[in-house]
């Protein structure tokens, strides 16, 4: 087994961006309470394999995925993520300037500042067993520490079972393509323009605000090097696949009114539709 990990760990890519958002999804009555759970903190997690950054330019933060070398070949041999296993996000801070915009470096990255959180997910055979039904992630536990291996009594939980549970087909996993190695980090992104076409850069929405009419399609297209969903609040909450870098998805509007979404993986990412009747 690689590095000292806790006995093998994995923390989801997207599972604890979630921490602290204000989010409102299935299973909404369910909670799963802040503090000390089965994932214990991986004091070696710096010693594993990064298979994967981001730069957050919503959160102004650098972030690092680690595993260990065995869950990597199990996932890119195609077969499960193995019991025991730890991923970790490393959450940076990105160096500021005066202005307190991201410095970035020559290829147009952040630049890294001080470490500011360990986030982990765990699967472990039972670690289900204390999560509600109604927002169980199979095996999974999530867990948020300081840089010095304290649990963060603070850390919405409950967000990142609700965060992941659409996404039972790739094991709860939001970013298992990044884990995979299959993520398109150099696909090209055409830019695209007209009244109901959204661009998703620097995680937000371009437009923000959009006025169609009904029965119109909106489609949206991700030119960042991480993956997004579209996720309508209220009463129709439908979810669009997960777009990776140069992919799109497109949903047709056909009742007056107005609209919200969210990125279902990113829920700080807002926007608008204004739906005008034929």
Not at 60 to 81: I, N
Not at 241 to 258: I, P, Y
Not at 261 to 273: A, E, F, N, Q, R
Request: aromatic share 8%.
């Amino acid at each position: 087994m690689a590095a000292t990990f806790v006995r093998r760990s994995v923390v989801a890519a997207g599972a604890l961006a979630a921490l602290g958002a204000s989010w409102v999804a299935v299973g909404q009555q369910a909670a799963v309470p802040p503090g000390p759970n089965k994932v214990a903190f991986p004091e070696a997690w710096a010693k594993g394999v990064m298979y994967g950054t981001v730069d957050r330019p919503d959160t102004k933060q650098y972030r690092e995925f680690y595993t260990t070398p065995d869950v990597l070949d199990a996932v890119r041999a195609g077969r499960p993520v193995p019991d025991g296993a730890v991923i970790v996000l490393a959450a940076y801070a990105a160096q500021v300037d005066a202005a307190g915009v991201p410095v970035k470096d020559a290829g147009g990255r952040f630049v890294k500042g001080n470490l500011v959180a360990v986030n982990v997910q765990q699967k472990k055979k039972g670690h289900g067993d204390d999560i509600p039904a109604s927002i169980r992630n199979g095996d999974w536990q999530y867990q948020s520490f300081s840089p010095d291996g304290k649990v963060n009594e603070k850390a919405n939980l409950t967000a990142c079972y609700q965060c992941h549970l659409p996404f039972a087909r790739d094991e709860f996993l939001t970013n298992l393509a990044k884990l995979k190695g299959t993520f398109p980090s150099q696909a090209s992104v055409a830019a695209r323009s007209g009244p109901t076409e959204v661009a998703i850069n620097g995680f937000q929405f371009g437009p923000g605000a959009l006025k169609i009419a009904a029965g119109q399609k909106v489609t949206w297209t991700n030119a960042d090097d991480t993956p997004h969903q579209i996720t309508v609040t209220g009463a129709d909450g439908r979810r669009s696949e997960v777009m990776l870098k140069g992919q799109s998805a497109t949903m047709q509007f056909d009742a007056a009114g107005n609209i919200a979404y969210v990125c279902g993986l990113h829920p700080s990412m807002k926007g608008t539709i204004e739906i005008a009747a034929k």
